[in-house]
Nanobody, 122 residues
Framework: QVQLVESGGGLVQPGGSLRLSCAAS????????MGWYRQAPGKERELVAT???????KYADSVKGRFTISRDNAKNTVYLQMNSLKAEDTAVYYC????????????????WGQGTQVTVSS
């Protein structure tokens, strides 16, 4: 039906940068909000950043000024540019999309990617 596939995670030193990508594919009519969430070991999943179809963005306080979310609607892709990474940014990062599959209904569903590991360590 619909798949979200993340890429771009890895190991980076404190102060470094990474760029995550998430491509949605399958039966898609339109994508409303897209976002990134993360889950560190022993912690609950938390919102990192979201972006609406009108490209209105929202960020967690912990990443404001360091992370930037963007999207390419032609490619059904959302990005997360992460700069000035800290050890506390270490987590599995998940992509989320609110997707409308069919033109004949306004119904939308949440879809999640499988996650990509980001490790910030020296």
């Amino acid at each position: 039906q619909v798949q979200l596939v993340e890429s771009g995670g890895g190991l980076v030193q404190p102060g470094g940068s990474l760029r995550l990508s998430c491509a949605a594919s399958g039966r898609i009519f339109s994508i409303n909000a897209m976002g990134w969430y993360r889950q560190a070991p022993g912690k609950e999943r938390e919102l990192v950043a979201t972006i609406t179809g009108a490209e209105i963005t929202k960020y967690a306080d912990s990443v404001k000024g360091r992370f930037t979310i963007s999207r390419d609607n032609a490619k059904n892709t959302v990005y997360l540019q992460m700069n000035s990474l800290k050890a506390e940014d270490t987590a599995v990062y998940y992509c989320n999309g609110l997707i409308r599959q069919y033109s004949w209904t306004t119904a939308r569903s949440d879809y999640w990617g499988q996650g990509t590991q980001v490790t910030v360590s020296s």
